[in-house]
């Protein structure tokens, strides 16, 4: 077995599971990001649209690594698995924006 | 992690340690293949959900498409959008309530992984508590989405008015879908746990649901941003 392999084993096998009390302190935090998500739909009329799309997506990709990162244990398990669901991820967001640079950019539609 | 304990091992304690593993998976890699393949459809999902996700936004500007029964969604030539259009101009997104749903299906991420603490730790009365409440939390999320459709069909929007709804509700439906097929894989699990056929020793079976219901939030993470939140 490689020393990749190795590594993949034992990584796969080192049982950290947080705390319940850590659990909650990462459930806090994301319902925190979704209160100033939300937040954002009462202030949009003094807000620079700018702002308010930058400040969204933002809040909305720290929540998604959050919840990939910790409650699905990606941070904890062998990194094959976050290869795989990284792998889908950067796939989707490649031939998606490919599909919108064909409609928008190129007129193609 | 791994670098230190192997670089602490000697070659013999490295080989065992991972013959331990291999053989508590019966997997070459020591990896389960359960999780490897709940993973890979986990990847293949985004690409599903990217699909979804890139035609309502191709399609989102086309909200006022025959739909002269939905004026105004123009107001002083600007296209106003689901948030504020509508017959009454109140919208026909309702945001404070998409935004309770938001937090309940957020909630429920948390019971979940609470379930699967507690089957860890052999703590079997909590794991059916916070799995049923898991269920419970779907559910509710479920309802409010059933209620919002139908709000949405009789303030003039519906699957076919235009390409804006279709696009809209084949994106949120498809994710409400999903939410039902892990209502009924949570319930399963109970039900298998009071059979008797699901314990500590196979926690990686609530794992493995639990991986597929929190890729069910984050993607709602996503659709709850992009559809109902970025400004029109």
Redesign the interface.
């Known amino acids: 077995m490689t020393d990749t392999a190795v590594d993949a084993a034992v990584d796969a096998h080192d049982d950290h599971h947080p705390s319940d009390l850590f659990y909650l302190k990462i459930a806090a935090i994301l319902a925190l990001f979704t209160a100033f998500e939300v937040g954002t739909y009462f202030v949009e009329d003094s807000v620079p649209r700018w702002f308010l799309f930058l400040s969204l997506t933002v809040l909305m990709i720290i929540k998604f690594v959050m919840v990939a990162a910790y409650f699905m244990h990606l941070k904890y398990d062998t990194p094959w698995f976050r290869y795989l669901f990284i792998g889908g991820l950067v796939l989707a967001i490649g031939v998606y924006t490919i599909f919108f640079l064909a409609f928008d950019l190129f007129g193609l539609g | 992690?791994?670098?230190s304990?192997?670089s602490e091992a000697t070659p013999a304690e490295?080989?065992e340690?991972?013959t331990e593993?291999?053989v508590?998976h019966g997997t070459t890699?020591?990896?389960?293949n359960n999780?490897?393949l709940m993973?890979?459809f986990?990847?293949?999902?985004?690409?599903l959900?990217?699909?979804l996700?890139?035609t309502y936004?191709?399609y989102k500007e086309r909200f006022n498409d025959f739909a002269a029964n939905l004026a105004p969604f123009e107001q002083d030539g600007r296209n106003i959008g689901p948030r504020f259009g509508g017959e009454d101009g109140e919208g026909v997104f309702d945001?404070?309530f998409t935004?309770i749903s938001?937090?309940i299906l957020?909630?429920s991420?948390?019971t979940?992984?609470?379930a699967l603490?507690a089957i860890?730790r052999s703590e079997y009365r909590s794991f059916r508590i916070w799995t049923l409440t898991t269920a419970a939390l779907g559910s509710v999320f479920i309802a409010g989405q059933i209620y919002e459709f139908t709000e949405f069909v009789e303030k003039g929007l519906g699957y076919s008015t235009n390409i804006f709804g279709s696009a809209f509700f084949t994106l949120t439906g498809f994710h409400g879908v999903h939410v039902s097929i892990g209502i009924v894989m949570l319930l399963a699990t109970y039900i298998m746990h009071k059979q008797g056929r699901l314990n500590s020793d196979k926690a990686e079976t609530v794992?493995i649901v639990?991986?597929y219901w929190?890729?069910v939030?984050?993607v709602w993470?996503?659709i709850?941003?992009?559809v109902y939140?970025?400004?029109q």
């Open positions: 992690m791994a670098d304990k192997l490295a080989t340690t991972v593993h291999t508590e890699t020591g990896i389960s999780k490897l993973w890979a986990l990847g293949s999902e985004c690409l959900f990217g699909a996700i890139s936004l191709l945001i404070p935004s938001s937090f957020l909630g991420s948390l979940m992984v609470l603490s860890r794992e639990g991986l929190h890729f939030d984050v993470i996503l709850f941003t992009i939140l970025f400004p």
